[in-house]
Structures are given as C-alpha cells and as structure tokens.
T-cell receptor, first 113, second 112 residues
Framework: DAGVIQSPRHEVTEMGQEVTLRCKPI?????LFWYRQTMMRGLELLIY????????DSGMPEDRFSAKMPNASFSTLKIQPSEPRDSAVYFC???????????FGNGTRLTVT | EDQVTQSPEALRLQEGESSSLNCSYT??????LFWYRQDPGKGPEFLFT???AGEEKEKERLKATLTKKESFLHITAPKPEDSATYLC?????????????FGKGTTLSVSS
C-alpha cells in the first residue's frame, strides 16, 4: 500500500489567496483526519470524517477553513482567504476505526507571506 | 478538559545512555494511549498502543509502559538512529466520536 498521500508537499502563497490541500487516504480506511502542527501548539485536530461524512469540525479555526470528502479516496482542506497565521504543517491521516492507530501522510508545509 | 503533557521537551543522550520519556494525561476515561515517532519532514509513525494500566509493549530498544495517570517510553542503549521526536496521544472514552489528542512531543537527540 502506498500509504496516505498528500499534495502538495510545500505551498507558498500570499495573504488573501486561496489554498487547497489534498489527501488520498489508505484504501479501506473509513476514517480521515486533518491535523495542523505548529511549534507552539503541537498537533491539533481540525476535522475528521467517517465514511465521507464530517463528524467533528470543532477544531476548524474559523469560517475561512473548509474541508470536503467527496468520495472515499479523496479529501480537500481549503483556506480562503489565507493569512500569515495559517502557516503550519498540515497532516492528513486515516484509520480503520476510532481507537485504532492513525496512519499519517508526510504533510503539506504551508507558508503564507 | 482532556489533556496530554509530555516531558522533557528535549533530551540529549550519548549513544548507549538509557533514559525515559514521560507522558502524563488527564482524561475522563482512557480508551487507548498511543506512541508515535516523527522524523524531520515526515508524518508521525505509529509505534505502540496501550489499553490498560500495567500493560507493556516492546520494540527493539523501546519499551512503553502505562499507569492510570501516565505512560513512559523507555529507551535502552539508544543509537543515533533513534533521534526523533516522540509523540504521545490519548483516545478518550465516554465521548462518542472523539479523535486522538496529542502531546507536544519530546525531541530526542542521540550522539555517538
């Protein structure tokens, strides 16, 4: 299995621009998670899906952030408009079920100038 | 509020110098505790899951233990390739649909 695949690996954009991050989970995994990692706050859960349905989006910072999962093999995290404080590494992870290990992608490093 | 605290933030060891990393947690109930390893520029990689107090898991030079309040990751005779950030996470019970809550990690550096 190729594991969780994220794209792009790096994204540099200017404040106010729209940013879209992409994720392909491991086939057969029913749960998909979006986390954000910063030095100050560590890994924070943004949102997670079960069978393509958003279950908990309480970690989404504000309305500028949105996430979709149109099918079992693809998810997007969109930031519009982006701000410098959104700069972080964004990870996607998938798992078979809650309580089982998460499998992480290698992340997207976002820099907003 | 559910919380995970890891200590120390950073740890420098000489090759062969054994030590332990600590993960303290506060949750209403624990479904599981997870240890991950993260290398620079990579996503966290799963190491262990512990489900009940007294449980232990081992993998090469690493051993994870669990009590009702904390978990330890013991590193025996570490090598430079063990250098990484080690993350602890808890899966609370009692709240349907709660995802993993991570600590901020301990960055381990092992020099030869």
């Amino acid at each position: 299995d190729a594991g969780v695949i994220q794209s792009p690996r790096h994204e540099v954009t200017e404040m106010g621009q729209e940013v879209t991050l992409r994720c392909k989970p491991i086939s057969g995994h029913d749960y998909l998670f979006w986390y954000r990692q910063t030095m100050m706050r560590g890994l924070e859960l943004l949102i997670y899906f079960n069978n393509n349905v958003p279950i908990d989006d309480s970690g989404m910072p504000e309305d500028r952030f949105s996430a979709k999962m149109p099918n079992a093999s693809f998810s997007t995290l969109k930031i519009q408009p982006s701000e410098p404080r959104d700069s972080a590494v964004y990870f996607c992870a998938s798992s078979l079920a809650l309580g089982l290990p998460l499998h992480f992608g290698n992340g997207t490093r976002l820099t907003v100038t | 509020e559910d919380q995970v605290t890891q200590s120390p933030e950073a740890l420098r060891l000489q090759e062969g110098e054994s030590s332990s990393l600590n993960c303290s947690y506060t949750v209403s109930g624990l479904r599981g505790l997870f240890w991950y390893r993260q290398d620079p520029g990579k996503g966290p990689e799963f190491l262990f899951t512990l489900y009940s107090a007294g449980e232990e898991k081992e993998k090469e030079r690493l051993k994870a233990t669990l009590t009702k309040k904390e978990s330890f990751l013991h590193i025996t005779a570490p090598k430079p390739e063990d250098s990484a950030t080690y993350l602890c996470a808890v899966q609370p019970v009692g709240q349907a649909g709660t995802a993993l809550i991570f600590g901020k990690g301990t960055t381990l550096s092992v020099s030869s």
